[in-house]
């Protein structure tokens, strides 16, 4: 089932949105080819979200270890470079058509900044509630799925009735649907079952099922009240 737009109309251009889907695109090209001289390990282990390693360094800088401070610092900087990242095709594509759906309505709405202080912000709070939830993970946690999360939770609070224009692939024949918006509040979830398809060549396993559920409830409920307190006259 593949969202394609919506039937909301905005006369604002999503500035903000397309940046981002650029941002993502070219970053995931240069994995690619880092891909391909087997260095993107290197730089996955050194910019995802490793909640072990995060919370043992916390420890130790309160045990008056000076060194972890830099530990700490350098992982939190870590957050908001982590939703940059992708491990899988599946992932990359899942994520930015969602991005692309989604984010531009919302952004008509929000405004260029407000929609991208959401975006950080919610990915941001994805990752610390990661950290918190599985304090004893020690493989990085990648990807935009918090951000957008909150974007999923902010359109349907203001546009609950919304129609969202689909696909729905059988074989080589696609056929045109039109799906309420709630459907795709499912569907976020259960197609992250299948971001393993497509993986990049990254030392260490990565699971795309479940390791951050709770995070992106999170997220997507702090886009849902996001939306919601801008409401409010």
């Known amino acids: 089932m593949i969202p394609v737009d919506d039937n909301i109309r905005s006369w604002q251009k999503p500035i903000i ?3 981002l889907i650029g941002i993502n695109l070219v970053i995931f090209i240069w994995e690619i080819k880092l891909d391909t001289t087997n260095e993107l390990g290197y730089l996955i282990n050194n910019l995802g979200i490793i909640p072990a390693q995060i919370n043992q360094a916390i420890a130790n800088a309160f045990l008056n270890n000076s060194a972890a401070w830099v530990v700490v610092f350098w992982r939190f900087i870590s957050l908001p470079v982590s939703l940059f990242l992708h491990g899988s095709f599946s992932q990359f594509l899942g994520n930015l058509l969602f991005l692309w759906v989604f984010g531009k309505t919302v952004e008509g709405i929000l405004g260029h900044k407000q929609y991208l202080l959401l975006y950080l912000t919610a990915g941001f709070f994805c ?7 599985l304090s004893d993970l020690t493989i990085p946690i ?4 918090g951000a957008i999360a909150s974007i999923l939770g902010a359109y349907i609070i203001k546009f609950p009735q919304a129609k969202i224009y689909s696909v729905l692939a059988l074989l ?12 795709y509040l499912f569907w976020w979830f259960i197609q992250q079952l299948f971001y393993g398809i497509g993986s990049l060549n990254i030392s260490g396993s ?4 479940n390791v951050s559920y709770w995070g992106q409830f999170a997220a997507l409920v702090t886009g849902a009240t996001f939306m919601r307190l801008r409401q409010k006259p």
Not at 127 to 133: A, D, E, F, H, N
Not at 206 to 209: A, G, N, W, Y
Request: no cysteine; glycine share 6%.
């Open 142 to 145: 990648i990807g935009a799925n």
């Open 17 to 19: 949105n397309y940046w």
């Open 127 to 133: 990752g610390i509630v990661q950290i918190i939830l």
């Open 172 to 183: 080589i024949l696609y056929i045109p649907v039109e799906l309420p918006v709630i459907f």
């Open 206 to 209: 990565f699971s795309f099922s």
